[in-house]
């Protein structure tokens, strides 16, 4: 509230030369509070514990639907579509904000999430192997739900499965035996040539004993099947939100994942 060619360090007071030009000072704009604006509220961002394991504890507020009674709307005018790039292996998780649009009756409503074309983002597709989408099986809002009595909102969680492999692993004691084996023909060869057919008799029975050994034991090799990792792209989903009563079925504007590769 200075005046030009005012010195703020100078007490107020009438017009003198600019080196001691006090700034006049009105204090009736300094009475009262500033308006002040909530930018983020407790209805805006919902810090919630994950369901799966892996998943953020901050879930992506879905944008509004153009039209949530209709399966193909888009975003609402003036929103982005909600985003979001995982690892191969990580999971995310987002939030609809269903009380915005459901009827002031409120009621029941029953949860899925499902994965869509990337052309269209509006036809079903079936998830691929290592990719899947949960969300709760329903959700209750009260008649004229408020910002204290309404649910904050399904979270829908998105999982993907990294890479998992291991070879086959031969057991020391399995390693130990073929070395006994080895062991023990060396001899057969010298009494074959020398004619010991008594001992080379005996050679056979112990030898046949070794290879029981050898080839039984408390356990085998480990064998893991090899999981292959999702595969690097973008994933668009929606989710539905299908009324009990009876009602009209809402569903999300598309929200995508964009999965890279991972170690």
Not at 15 to 34: D, E, F, Q, W
Not at 44 to 70: E, K, N, R, Y
Not at 193 to 205: N, S
Not at 233 to 251: C, D, E
Request: charged share 5%; with cysteine.
């Amino acid at each position: 509230n200075a005046k030009q060619q005012c010195d703020p360090g100078n007490a107020p007071g009438t017009y003198v030369p600019i080196t001691n030009n006090a700034c006049p000072i009105n204090t009736s704009l300094l009475a009262g509070n500033p308006p002040q604006e909530t930018v983020f509220g407790s209805a805006t961002i919902a810090l919630l514990t994950p369901s799966v394991t892996g998943g953020s504890s901050g879930l992506i507020a879905l944008p509004p639907a153009a039209d949530a009674t209709v399966v193909t709307t888009p975003v609402a005018s003036g929103f982005i579509t909600a985003t979001a790039t995982i690892t191969a292996g990580q999971t995310v998780g987002f939030q609809w904000k269903l009380g915005d649009v459901i009827p002031a009756a409120g009621g029941t409503y029953n949860l899925s999430c499902f994965m869509v074309d990337a052309a269209t983002q509006n036809t079903v597709t079936p998830f691929p192997s290592g990719l899947s989408c949960q969300t709760a099986t329903s959700i209750t809002y009260p008649a004229n739900p408020t910002p204290t009595n309404s649910p904050a909102g399904p979270a829908i969680y998105i999982v993907t499965a990294g890479s998992l492999s291991a070879g086959n692993v031969v057991p020391a004691w399995k390693t130990a035996a073929g070395g006994v084996l080895a062991v023990l023909f060396l001899p057969l060869l010298l009494f074959r040539r020398r004619g010991h057919a008594g001992k080379l008799g005996l050679l056979m029975v112990l030898l046949m004993l070794g290879g029981a050994v050898s080839l039984s034991g408390c356990g085998s090799g480990v064998g893991i099947n090899t999981v292959q990792p999702l595969a690097a792209n973008t994933y668009f989903f929606r989710a539905k939100a299908i009324s009990v009563s009876g009602g009209a079925t809402l569903t999300t504007a598309p929200f995508q994942v964009k999965v890279v590769s991972g170690n």
